[in-house]
T-cell receptor
Framework: DTAVSQTPKYLVTQMGNDKSIKCEQN?????MYWYKQDSKKFLKIMFS???????INETVPNRFSPKSPDKAHLNLHINSLELGDSAVYFC?????????????FGSGTRLTVV | AQKITQTQPGMFVQEKEAVTLDCTYD???????LFWYKQPSSGEMIFLIY??????QNATEGRYSLNFQKARKSANLVISASQLGDSAMYFC??????????FGSGTKLNVKP
């Protein structure tokens, strides 16, 4: 069973479109995250939700809107996609602060904006 | 502001030898956590090892150990007896304030046969 699953794995879309990436975890964790990995492999946190409440919202364009319908799901919706949004987006989950077991990551969604 | 630095963009190691990947951090917090993750070419992120700032012993997980020097603010990853399958990107990550989690820029490790 996949612990943190993201869909789709690959997404190619045109500039200006609106797209969503879905994330689901079956670990019973109470905290979920979205990270962006740029072309230089640098990982940066975007959002964090704890029990469906937004607790981290780093400096991200407001075209990016996370939605957490329940604590097992955290979706990322992106409006008016731009070329610079091309990256790999990782969903992750943890129980509380993460502690000894770190975070569990999804396999990533490679977004290409053309 | 918290900062985490990996100064080795790429490294080579001979198979079966040990290798140390460097990681330094800058914080005024007393309570924090340090993690190492492996990212193979397939792209997934794999948790390797964790060290809490109050842990007195260096963390170890199989062939991985974390050389934690709190006064120097360094948390280097040591991989013993390198294997070809260890070739990957390795990320050091810093956790503070329970949910502020920052990654270094990564080190690409190549294990040579």
């Amino acid at each position: 069973d996949t612990a943190v699953s993201q869909t789709p794995k690959y997404l190619v879309t045109q500039m200006g479109n609106d797209k969503s990436i879905k994330c689901e975890q079956n670990l019973g964790h109470d905290t979920m995250y979205w990270y962006k990995q740029d072309s230089k492999k640098f990982l940066k946190i975007m959002f964090s939700y704890n029990n469906k409440e937004l607790i981290i919202n780093e400096t991200v364009p407001n075209r990016f809107s996370p939605k957490s319908p329940d604590k097992a799901h955290l979706n990322l919706h992106i409006n008016s996609l731009e070329l610079g949004d091309s990256a790999v987006y990782f969903c992750a989950s943890s129980q509380g602060a993460g502690g000894d077991y770190g975070y569990t990551f999804g396999s990533g969604t490679r977004l290409t904006v053309v | 502001a918290q900062k985490i630095t990996q100064t080795q963009p790429g490294m080579f190691v001979q198979e079966k030898e040990a290798v140390t990947l460097d990681c330094t951090y800058d914080t005024s917090d007393q309570s924090y956590g340090l993690f190492w993750y492996k990212q193979p070419s397939s792209g997934e992120m794999i948790f390797l090892i964790y060290q809490g700032s109050y842990d007195e012993q260096n963390a170890t997980e199989g062939r991985y150990s974390l050389n934690f020097q709190k006064a120097r603010k360094s948390a280097n990853l040591v991989i013993s007896a390198s294997q070809l399958g260890d070739s990957a990107m390795y990320f050091c990550a810093f956790l503070y304030n329970f949910n502020k989690f920052y990654f270094g820029s990564g080190t690409k490790l190549n294990v040579k046969p």
